[in-house]
């Protein structure tokens, strides 16, 4: 193998100028999956995205996308390719480290990528850069082959290179406004392995605790509806909400539709007293929840939209494992246009930082979370 200081190839960030190289190469090395050149030009423009190619100087030989999610400390390998006329001359190994710098570049600590599981050379790759497998994706490529995922932690001491995988299920909202009867679901089934996951248990359990309205569409949920919910479930349930009061009235101008939304967050207030559920107007901090996950509760907590996929909406979110540093949760919306699947959303390592920044909503820096566990039936 050459030593890179002599080799020919650079490795360096992609321009709108190499549409037409990338998607030659992008032919050359695949049949199926292929990523379209609107797509690529596409991925140029984001910020959430960086593309880096291998440049011989008269033309490109590789190429590896990395999207970053965010608001989190996720990133994911998209795609890795490489031409084959240079397969076996290191540029895979290369891009693979030029990738996990941009990653590291961008404050993410995890790099996440699924491969073929017939590929057994990009798999030793993988595995020989520090790798591991943490699950697998049936159908995943358009000839029914499954994916096997892999990740590798970039940065921190004392991390776990099984960051992430904690122990609730992943479940994506259905509808635009069941962000907290999935992530209720989600809660329910990492208590009851037997919990149905199910779009008609989703839209039950919005009915539940649904505020009726917002400013448009559909009513959200609240977490008094949410507590309420899960407490008829069997879980103890504790809501901690500043400023404790209704919420997502000033986004609704008709004042009769506010007097509902009012009316039915009183209702849901005094149905979770009557169920045991706990209140207080102390909010956690990011550590404090971290506590909390440890001793086995999770928490649904509303941020907002803005800083996890550029839409200000109020949206729940699941807290479901942690480490030193950060919190991980499970994001039950899905983009679709940006063809996310459950490896975008599921399991994201949030900084603290970052956490303390989301998890508000709104003008009054709105706080709730809803802090779910088993209940305990040893009664004395």
């Not at 029914?144 to 001491?157: I, S, Y």
């Not at 990011?286 to 909390?292: H, V």
């Not at 942690?322 to 975008?344: C, K, N, T, Y």
């Amino acid at each position: 193998m050459p030593d890179e200081a002599d080799d020919p190839i650079i490795i360096r960030e992609a321009g709108l100028s190499d549409l037409d190289g990338l998607v030659a190469l992008e032919n050359r090395c695949f049949e199926t999956d292929r990523v379209s050149r609107r797509s690529f030009r596409r991925f140029l423009e984001r910020s959430t995205a960086r593309l880096l190619v291998a440049d011989t100087g008269d033309r490109i030989v590789g190429y590896a996308l990395i999207l970053l999610r965010s608001g989190t400390a996720l990133a994911r390998l998209y795609s890795l390719a490489v031409d084959p006329d240079c397969r076996g001359s290191g540029v895979a190994r290369r891009l693979l480290a030029a990738s996990e710098r941009a990653a590291f570049e961008e404050e993410r600590i995890v790099l996440r990528l699924e491969v073929r599981q017939d590929n057994e050379a990009a798999i030793g790759l993988y595995r020989a850069s520090g790798y591991r497998p943490c699950g697998q994706v049936p159908d995943y490529y358009e000839d029914g082959c499954t994916a096997l995922r892999m990740e590798k932690l970039l940065h921190g001491p004392g991390h776990d290179p099984g960051l992430g995988r904690g122990r609730a299920p992943y479940y994506a909202q259905t509808t635009e406004f069941t962000c907290g009867p999935a992530c209720l679901i989600m809660a329910a089934k990492q208590f009851d392995s037997d919990f149905p996951t199910d779009t008609l248990t989703e839209l039950s359990l919005w009915r539940e605790a649904t505020t009726i309205y917002l400013a448009s569409g559909h009513g959200g949920c609240g977490p008094f509806g949410l507590a309420t919910a899960a407490a008829r479930k069997g879980l103890k349930a504790e809501v901690r909400l500043s400023p404790d009061e209704p919420l997502f009235l000033s986004s609704v101008r008709d004042p009769e539709k506010r007097e509902v939304m009012r009316l039915v967050q009183e209702g849901y207030r005094r149905d979770a007293q009557a169920l045991g559920v706990t209140a207080s107007d102390q909010p956690l901090t990011a550590r404090e929840l971290a506590a909390k996950v440890a001793e086995g509760a999770v928490a649904i907590v509303l941020i907002s939209g803005y800083r996890m996929f550029g839409q200000k909406v109020p949206h729940w979110i699941l807290v479901h494992d942690q480490d030193e540093r950060h919190l991980i949760i499970h994001d039950p919306w899905l983009e679709h246009e940006r063809h996310e699947s459950p490896a975008d959303a599921a399991n994201l390592p949030i900084p603290d930082a970052e956490f303390e920044r989301m998890a508000r909503w709104g003008r009054t820096a709105v706080r709730a979370q809803v802090l779910l566990k088993k209940e305990n039936t040893n009664r004395g």
